[in-house]
């Protein structure tokens, strides 16, 4: 056996079995007893839905400071929505507790938008008031080490709690695995409630741990200190974007078979080594996320809200927890900030051009490994709208010529009408501005009809925890 497992890495593969979503356990039962009781579960032993992290755990408590911890203070035992997905782990002594966060649970995908422009949203709450219980009812205390962690959501929702909870002085350390960042109204708000010494003083306490490539972590500012930031190799192959932002292939190797001729994953109850720096996927989704929050924060808002939307759509929800519902203006928002922003960064940016051969050189064997998922793109239909938008922008133009001249034919005795000149100016300066985002909005489409003419027969699967 070789060394023993560090606190980080318990703390990640705590965060590995709440993707089992396995809600039958019984509070007292050791990690190591739950993973017996799923040998041969179809979805979990027998290799089906989450045989990965299955695997993780099986390799994992072998090893006594895993295999020992004990569950303890489940949410949905203490009455907590299915969004609020925690509990408790503790060592047999419970000298060591771990207070553990699943990443996006039902409905939770409208509440990430809102976690990029507002200081506080109510799953975050709830995960605090969780937190809160959870040290009131075990009656924890400054003999005891106290970690906080979670993936993903769960990862923001444990930074959340390091930096609001009452119980700051009990909590030792936060680590985040590839939990996003926050709003810079939810930053001002911890400064100017701590002050700037305060502050510090609470993100000393956070660590990140993110997928060299993981496209999650880079959302919103960071608030972890960079020097607690560390970035794991995490092997998939390059038709499996899910697979960067999945903690279990942290835990994870490639294995090329001849027979096959694809490659093999294998699952270990170790993490992988470190990477040293993000990958390129993590740098593009850096730059984006940089631009993204660069938009005023009713735009910002929007976009995310519509984003957000449609994440929980495909998982089969048509409004978030809370009742959160699309409005028209944050369709008009993303239809006309969030679009062109993606598109200019995918194709003008280094970063993004990047990705898009990274993808690209992937073509044939994505359709290989993938027969049965397409994405289908109608690029007649978008030529047609290139033509359409072109059209309207040169009409927009002879209307701003037109405004111009009218002006010219005034007779002289108006024009000395300084408040009318004035506003008939503007007016054409206005509409020639508009024909020119529309020119510049029609060559982005063409871009993009071009790069889509390019991968076309390219098979794209894309779920996102």
Not at 70 to 95: H, K, L, W
Request: aromatic share 8%.
């Amino acid at each position: 056996m070789d060394e023993k497992l560090s606190e980080m890495e318990i703390s990640m593969i705590l965060d590995t079995f709440m993707y089992l979503d396995y809600k039958e356990s019984r509070d007292g039962v050791t990690l190591k007893d739950i993973v017996l009781e799923l040998e041969h579960h179809p979805d979990y032993g027998g290799g089906g839905l989450h045989g990965g992290e299955y695997t993780v755990l099986k390799e994992a408590v072998r090893r006594e400071q895993a295999g020992e911890l004990v569950i303890r203070c489940q949410s949905g035992d203490m009455g907590y929505d299915t969004g609020t997905a925690a509990c408790v782990f503790a060592t047999p002594d419970e000298s060591s507790i771990y207070v553990v966060y699943r990443g996006t649970g039902d409905g939770e995908w409208p509440d990430n938008g809102m976690g990029m422009t507002c200081a506080v949203t109510t799953q975050q709450k709830r995960a605090l008031d969780y937190f809160e219980q959870v040290v009131e009812t075990m009656e924890i205390g400054k003999e005891q080490r106290l970690i906080v962690t979670g993936h993903s959501k769960g990862g923001n929702k444990a930074q959340f709690i390091t930096m609001e909870t009452k119980y700051q002085e009990l909590l030792d350390v936060c680590y985040s695995v590839d939990g996003q960042g926050f709003s810079e109204q939810a930053m001002e708000r911890w400064k100017g409630k701590y002050g700037e010494i305060g502050y510090e003083k609470r993100r000393e306490k956070l660590y990140g741990i993110n997928g060299e490539n993981d496209y999650v972590s880079p959302l919103g500012n960071a608030i972890i200190p960079e020097e607690h930031i560390r970035y794991v190799k995490t092997p998939v192959e390059k038709n499996n974007f899910a697979g960067y932002h999945d903690i279990k292939y942290m835990f994870a190797s490639l294995a090329y078979d001849p027979g096959k001729d694809s490659y093999v994953t294998d699952f270990h109850g170790r993490k992988n080594s470190d990477a040293g720096q993000r990958g390129e996927l993590g740098e593009y989704a850096a730059l984006l996320s940089g631009e993204v929050m660069g938009l005023p924060p009713q735009k910002r808002d929007g976009c995310a809200a519509v984003m957000m939307h449609l994440m929980e759509a495909a998982s089969g929800q048509k409004e978030g927890i809370n009742g959160e519902k699309l409005t028209l203006l944050d369709l008009m928002d993303f239809t006309f900030q969030g679009i062109p922003l993606i598109a200019g960064s995918l194709l003008w940016e280094e970063e993004g051009r990047r990705v898009l051969s990274l993808m690209g050189s992937s073509g044939a064997q994505l359709k290989r490994q993938c027969p049965n998922t397409v994405l289908k793109v109608d690029c007649g239909r978008l030529s047609v709208q290139v033509q359409e938008l072109e059209k309207i922008a040169v009409n927009v133009g002879i209307i701003s010529e037109q405004i111009r001249e009218a002006a010219r034919q005034f007779p002289r005795y108006m024009k000395t009408d300084a408040d009318f000149s004035n506003r008939l100016s503007c007016s054409s300066e206005r509409v020639e501005l508009l024909g020119k985002n529309l020119m510049k909005a029609m060559r982005q489409q063409e871009n993009i009809v071009n790069h889509y003419q390019q991968w076309d027969g390219i098979d794209f699967f894309v779920k996102i925890r």
